[in-house]
């Protein structure tokens, strides 16, 4: 299967759908060249609309599927009764609600699901600087680092086959059984003392649920949104960067007051009352994209013919070495912090701010990805985030104040890379399809979680306490240029040099 770009609406359909005050004040801002594919008009009518009566999720907002197999000429988006179109790589025009009150709701759903995934791995760095002192201090970093590489090795590699099951199926077995998955980890963990232990109730038990959770959170907004996804997503996203502040704040004054088992048993009543909403609202509403009466079992399975599309695959690689780069300073920046002169309660903190930092950043660049681009926008943010890392982390040293402003700021520009990743890829593909390509992609990316803190850790070994750490961070800053190489390289291959082209 060939990977057809998902365009964007036209500009006159953003100016027939009712615009919030932040949304206007982006009028101020350069105008943007549509790429070529947005550029197409649609120049005859279509019909044959399909009846969305499959028994799935489905709200007063469904969706119209239009079919122009009578018009190969048609191209392009077109915008009525306030509904932005887009035409999928099977020659269909598939509007969306973009919002509403069920759009929304779905939004706040999402949001709940992934604080209990990206939340808790935001606040891996309390847990591994706790887990090295308190169970787990006969063991090496590296190993401890496989705790959490695990978690999200399991998290991505187990989406390649949920993705294509949410496409088929929807969300509501997945997200349930997920939020029971994700819960019954953190109540076991309270009770776990050895690393075997720990390795199976956090990574094993807790990927899982994650993996349930991840794909559904994500996939469901596409189903809603199209010319405001990346707004949509990164207020999704910001789950993750608030369960990052609160968290760790919270384990800063449980684990020495209450100790380990409480405050893991807390955390998991947390997630308990998150998982009610997000069984409640996260649905879909797009007929799944099937020519057979009868599914075929390759229908469930991953499809790697996306990687023929070379922007695809460049973008998937890109991710293997954000990740790389990301779970650096999101594990072992309080353990560095510790390491250079800073008291270790204090320094859960630092995690605080680069996550509050990563709060901003997943809303605004989402917000300015709709109007600019969203390869355009990622790209700008994961240069900042290589920047970042040269400039103000590697000479900070026992720099409180460079610490704390290097947490803040890598937070706010690492913030779109989870919250922007998606919408890129789903750019690439049709939206009925999200899941498939979207999982298939971080299964790649699943490599990249496995061995990022596990070859932090052996680097940590190397030579004196500051080699290694200087190590560390060279690594993590190397792995956000290549990174940018590779979102480059898709980009210019799917419109050119020109910069400012939207895409």
């Known amino acids: 299967m060939t990977l057809g770009r998902a365009p964007n609406a036209e500009d006159s359909c953003l100016k027939n759908h009712q615009q919030s005050p932040v949304g206007e004040s982006l009028s101020s801002l350069p105008t943007f060249i549509d790429s070529p594919s947005d550029q197409e008009k649609g120049r005859s009518s279509v019909s044959n609309r399909e009846n969305n009566s499959d028994g799935r999720d489905s709200g007063p907002e469904s969706d119209t599927i239009q079919d122009l197999s009578d018009s190969p000429d048609d191209a392009g988006v077109k915008c009525e009764n306030g509904l932005a179109r887009q035409q999928s790589a099977a020659t269909t025009i598939i509007d969306f609600p973009e919002g509403g009150l069920q759009g929304w709701l779905v939004v706040f759903g999402s949001f709940c699901a992934m604080i209990s995934v990206f939340g808790l791995i935001n606040s891996a760095a309390v847990f591994e600087s706790y887990f090295s002192s308190h169970q787990l201090v006969n063991h090496s970093a590296s190993e401890i680092g496989w705790i ?16 294509p099951i949410f496409d088929r199926y929807g969300a509501r077995l997945l997200v349930a059984v997920g939020s029971i998955l994700v819960v019954l980890s953190l109540m076991l963990l309270s009770l776990s003392k050895t690393y075997y232990q720990i390795m199976l109730t956090y990574s094993v038990l807790g990927g899982l649920g994650g993996a349930l959770l991840n794909c559904p959170a994500y996939g469901s907004i596409t189903h809603f949104f199209n010319v405001r996804r990346g707004l949509a997503t990164g207020v999704a996203t910001i789950s993750g960067g608030i369960g990052g502040v609160v968290f760790p704040i919270l384990l800063r004054y449980t684990l020495p007051s209450i100790g380990f088992p409480w405050s893991c048993r807390i955390l998991g009543f947390i997630m308990l009352g998150l998982a009610v909403p997000a069984n409640l ?41 954000m990740e790389w780069g990301l779970f650096m300073p999101l594990t072992y920046i309080v353990s560095y912090a510790a390491a250079h002169g800073q008291d270790a309660t204090e320094s859960y903190l630092l995690l605080s701010y680069l996550n509050a930092g990563s709060v901003l950043g997943r809303v605004l660049p989402g917000l300015f990805a709709d109007r600019l681009g969203r390869f355009n926008v990622v790209i700008i943010t994961i240069a900042l985030c290589a920047i970042l890392v040269f400039a103000m982390w590697l000479p900070a040293g026992m720099s409180k104040s460079v610490l704390i402003g290097y947490a803040v700021l890598f937070g706010c520009a690492s913030g779109s890379n989870l919250g922007l990743v998606p919408v890129c890829l789903g750019q690439l593909c049709d939206a009925r399809q999200f899941g498939r390509y979207y999982s298939t992609a971080m299964m790649v990316a699943s490599f990249g979680t496995l061995s990022s803190v596990p070859i932090g850790g052996a680097l940590l070994e190397m030579g004196s306490a500051e080699t290694g750490w200087r190590a560390v961070i060279i690594f993590s800053g190397l792995s956000y240029a290549i990174a940018l190489a590779c979102y480059t390289t898709a980009r210019v291959l799917a419109v050119g040099f020109n910069p400012r082209v939207k895409f």
Do not use: N
Not at 289 to 297: F, G, L, Q, R, S
């Open 148 to 163: 959490f590489s695990l978690y999200l090795f399991i998290v991505f590699f187990v989406g390649i086959q949920v993705g």
């Open 281 to 321: 609202f996260i649905k879909t509403r797009l007929k799944p994209k099937i020519t057979h009466e009868k599914p075929k079992v390759s229908s469930l399975l991953p499809d790697f013919s996306g990687f023929r599309d070379l922007r695809y695959a460049f973008s998937a690689i890109g991710i293997f070495f």
